[in-house]
């Protein structure tokens, strides 16, 4: 297994419900954990803190063996060193935001455990104009700041973030991430984060972790994943696509458009308000890319990308999904009426046209 | 008819101020204690628990009296030991008094304290044990300040309830002047002896006072602690 900074392999057993997870992270960085509701997520958070024991598994976060059934060892959840930020924030009605903060730290009794001092969350954070305040008159996004900070303070040596943006809105999520990007920029602890949401996904992770009824699907790094064309199902049927790590190339400023380049090959994109040299994360969604045999010639579609098909999905349905090695994974949604008039097939090649209007997601990566 | 209170009369105020204060104080600890059983957990008798916490509530306080006289007497079991080991009489003082005053407001203490312990939201216990806390440390800065609304009514309730006791009292510690002559018995005493009722009316005026006096002491410290703890 090596020296990873999280493994984690755990089977529990309810009357009706089974779950077995296993997935390991080698670095510090965020490895998302993605699935319906229903898929397990919660019990295996509550397994991952010491709040259920699971019926057999072993968790070792940073070579510290926090559960292990057969050796017996099972650590509570005092003593596991897990920052544990809930959905719901549960910040202490009693306390004002300071003492809700500090709850934690003092419970550190050796400085040596101490790794974060209070100055550095409260300006990681942002929170230096809500120390004095109560706990009732915070908005929702300054709570889940107030928890993240709070969790911090224990100087975790895993950071779980459970659906932390799930009951706000949109502009308050939109506000908080870049809180969640910085700390996975300027802390080494490993992150897991909890989301059944397909933008969180794909902004903030380095590692996916696909669950289904209990069981991981898939895991490992977030474009090989998402390319999976037999996870099509789990990573949203609708919003099915790739994601391509890009970086700003440059501008035309005359047609008011930007050039983005990643590994083999360029796209061209409506003009984007950010500096060369940015890396981003888009998507190309299944049913924006449409395909053809020949290059085409005098047609609008800017974006032309060539490449053999991979895989294609089964089934009997309208529509056929085809994986295209363009550089990188790309996913076309076509009728299956056009899979057999242009006979595709694995190891065909053909061009990928994607409008460059069609990139409904740009997201800033640090 | 004055309204000043005759040295009599001040001894069963003071008298009764004073146990009803140690009748709370020694109540308190089993009071918590009890109602947090009750709130939290399950066990084999909880039922029958929770009817002997509710029996002085509900059983002739005359009763309640006669039991703690044959057992907290100087023959019974437990009396009996308290003199033998420690020399120290309950029959016939101010002390049997306050334990009386206790065993009869302990169900109302228990029920206000019970209520707020139910009333608490466990997640915040869970999430106070994730940062580090044991669980004697999670009861201590999570569960006791978050039931404080409840404690605090309890104690004041217990408080009033101990001022009125007279049932049991007297059965235990009987009536002695001075001793275990508290306000109650005092104003019975009162209404017993020809000539005394200007001393009746003075000991009415006051416990009334005392009670309408704890009820809204009761009511304001609960709201506004429950203003503090933002719920």
Sequence with gaps: MGRNMLDVAVKHAFPNFQLDVSFAAQSAGITVVFGESGAGKTTLVNILSGLTRPTEGRIVVGGRVLLDTQLGTDLSPDQRRIGYVFQDGRLFPHFRVAKNLTYGYGRRRRRTERRITFDQVVNLLGLSELLERRVTGLSGGERQRVAIGRALLTSPTLLLLDEPLANLDLPRRRAIIPFIERLRDELAIPIVYITHDQDELIRLADTVVLLDHGRTVASGGLENTLSRLDLGGLTGGIDAGAVFSVSVAGHDDAFGLTKLNFDGGELVVSRLAIPHGTRLRIRVRARDVALALEKPRDISTLNVLSGKIIEMSSGSGPQVDILIDVGKPLWARVTRKSTADLALAPGKLVYALIKSVAFDRFVEQS | ?231
């Design chain 2, 1 to 231: 008819m004055s309204w000043w209170l005759s040295p009599n009369e001040a001894e069963a105020l003071l008298l009764s101020l004073r146990v009803a204060f140690w009748s709370v104080l020694i109540g308190l600890p089993f009071g918590i204690a009890a109602a947090w059983l009750l709130a939290r957990r399950t066990f084999f008798g909880k039922t029958l628990f929770d009817s002997l916490v509710h029996l002085p509530l509900v059983v002739p306080p005359v009763v309640v009296g006669y039991v703690l006289l044959i057992t907290l007497g100087r023959k019974g079991f437990i009396g009996g030991w308290l003199y033998d080991t420690f020399g120290l009489s309950l029959i016939f003082t101010w002390r049997g008094a306050a334990i009386a005053a206790g065993v009869m407001s302990f169900p109302l203490m228990v029920r206000a304290i019970r209520l707020s312990f139910e009333a608490i939201d466990q997640r915040l216990e869970v999430a106070a044990r994730t940062l580090g806390a044991s669980r004697i440390d999670v009861f201590f800065t999570i569960t006791l300040p978050l039931a404080l609304p409840g404690i605090l009514a309890g104690i004041v309730l217990a408080f009033a309830r101990a001022l009125g006791e007279f049932g049991a009292t007297i059965t235990f510690v009987s009536n002695i002047p001075g001793e275990t002559r508290t306000l109650p018995l005092a104003l019975f005493t009162f209404t017993q002896t020809p000539g005394g009722e200007d001393s009746a009316i003075r000991l009415v005026v006051i416990s009334l006072a005392l009670a309408i006096a704890a009820l809204i002491a009761s009511e304001m410290i609960a709201r506004r602690v429950r203003r503090q703890i933002g719920s």
